[in-house]
């Protein structure tokens, strides 16, 4: 099994910047890649970004530019920088962790964090 931990989020002002992060542990051996899903009120759940253990980054097309996701594999933590936020990202962030950078990407993988929730409000 495989535990995820978010951690980081939490009220910005809109512009502001924040840094999530999920820290893995377990039998991470087994995992490839790590991704960010975000989930606003009322709504699905989406891709924001994934990263491979060999640093292939893919971003939704809304993130680009403002949002970066990288991975520190020493210490099996994936990280989300958010910069110039928006109200409309407001929500609960999810990390995930998969076998593959498909199964991350499709929000197919088997293991998920407890999402964090960040806020960006004046």
């Known amino acids: 099994q495989v535990q995820l931990v978010e951690s980081g989020g939490g009220l910005v002002q809109p512009g502001g910047s924040l840094r999530l992060s999920c820290a893995a542990s377990?039998?991470?051996?087994?995992?490839?890649?790590m991704g960010w899903y975000h989930q606003a009120p009322g709504k699905q759940r989406e891709l924001v970004a994934g990263?491979?253990?060999?640093?292939?980054?893919y971003y939704a097309e809304s993130k680009k530019g403002r949002f970066t996701i990288s991975m520190d594999n020493a210490n099996n933590t994936t990280y989300l920088q958010m910069n110039s936020l928006k109200p409309e990202d407001t929500g609960v962030y999810y990390c995930n962790a998969g076998l593959t950078m498909a199964a991350v990407l499709r929000g197919q993988s088997d293991y998920w964090g407890q999402g964090t929730q960040v806020t960006v409000s004046a």
């Open positions: 990263i491979s253990r060999g640093g292939t980054t």
């Open positions: 377990g039998r991470i051996f087994s995992l490839y890649a």
